[in-house]
């Protein structure tokens, strides 16, 4: 096996963490703690049978059991210590183009927030999931319907794009 030379190569910063990275994490944190709470506050109120999946235009598309509820509350907190154990070690990011002494500190900075984005959005569209999953057990309210999925996805992906963006900027 040949190892990736320039990834050993990188050099490895102590690179403060920004507002706009302290915000993410603040925000994420808040998403995990409001996924605990709302699930402890309602799995006595949920029926026996609660929404287990969704289909591409978010129907329901399959019922299960109210223990289903607590397979998304691992998913949020193993997510969030993943990328957030993840966001301590940029060098070992995989890069558009070469690492160097000169850009390392902005292209680390630029991809670390660009973990923390993404750590903020997905933590609270899978609460969202939850929160509507809830909801429909409940009877309030059927489904994600699609404008979930295009937001979502929209989200994301203009996530990366202005990483790309800026990253090249700064390359």
Do not use: C
Request: without cysteine; aromatic residues 14%; proline residues 4%.
């Amino acid at each position: 096996m040949i190892k990736n030379s320039s990834k050993e190569k990188r050099p490895r910063l102590e690179i403060h963490r920004s507002f706009l990275e302290n915000a993410f994490e603040i925000g994420a944190i808040i998403g995990v703690i409001a996924s605990l709470i709302i699930t402890i506050q309602i799995w006595p109120s949920l029926p026996s049978k609660i929404p287990a999946h969704y289909n591409i235009y978010g129907q329901i598309d399959r019922w299960g059991s109210k223990g289903g509820i607590l397979f998304l509350l691992p998913i949020i907190i193993l997510m969030y210590l993943f990328l957030t154990i993840l966001n301590q070690y940029p060098q070992k990011f995989n890069y558009p183009f070469e690492i160097t002494e000169q850009n390392a500190e902005s292209q680390y900075h630029v991809a670390r927030i660009m973990v923390q984005a993404l750590k903020l959005e997905v933590t609270w569209i899978f609460v969202y999931i939850q929160w509507i999953t809830i909801k429909g057990a409940l009877g309030r309210e059927i489904g994600l319907g699609i404008t979930f999925l295009i937001i979502s996805l929209l989200l994301v992906f203009g996530t990366i794009g202005v990483y790309m963006w800026r990253a090249f900027r700064d390359k």
